[in-house]
């Protein structure tokens, strides 16, 4: 098993910068990648980027590329991403995911932006951008 808990979300202004963070805890040396995801009311839950936990590769999604940064703490076994020049069409609830099963890497990387990819899931932590 796996934990995740986000922190980091606020209200802020379009053009402001935030940093979130997924701290893990339990099983964490299963963790092969790790994502964050995003969920607006009334849509579907989006792809925002994904790491992969041994050699830090990222992925983004064109929407967020360029303004937002995943990185990763191994031995503090944290998540994080940076939110630059925001938007309010990022506003959102931000999650964090684990993916803890066999995956290959780099041949796998585009599985990384399915929700259905990860096994563990955290609660959110909403993220707000006023125009």
């Known amino acids: 098993q796996v934990q995740l808990v986000e922190t980091g979300g606020g209200l802020v202004q379009a053009g402001d910068s935030l940093r979130l963070s997924c701290a893990a805890s339990g099983r964490t040396f299963n963790i092969r990648a790790m994502g964050w995801f995003r969920q607006a009311p009334g849509k579907e839950r989006e792809f925002v980027g994904s790491i992969t936990w041994r050699d830090g590769t990222t992925l983004y999604a064109d929407s967020v590329k360029g303004r937002f940064t995943i990185s990763r703490d191994n031995a503090e076994n944290t998540l994080y991403l940076q939110l630059n020049s925001l938007k309010p069409d990022d506003t959102a609830l931000y999650y964090c995911?684990?993916?803890?099963?066999?995956?290959?890497?780099?041949?796998?990387?585009?599985?990384?932006?399915?929700?259905?990819?990860?096994?563990?899931w955290g609660q959110g932590t909403q993220v707000t951008v006023s125009s």
């Open positions: 995911a684990a993916r803890v099963r066999s995956i290959v890497f780099p041949r796998a990387m585009d599985l990384l932006r399915s929700p259905g990819t990860y096994d563990y």
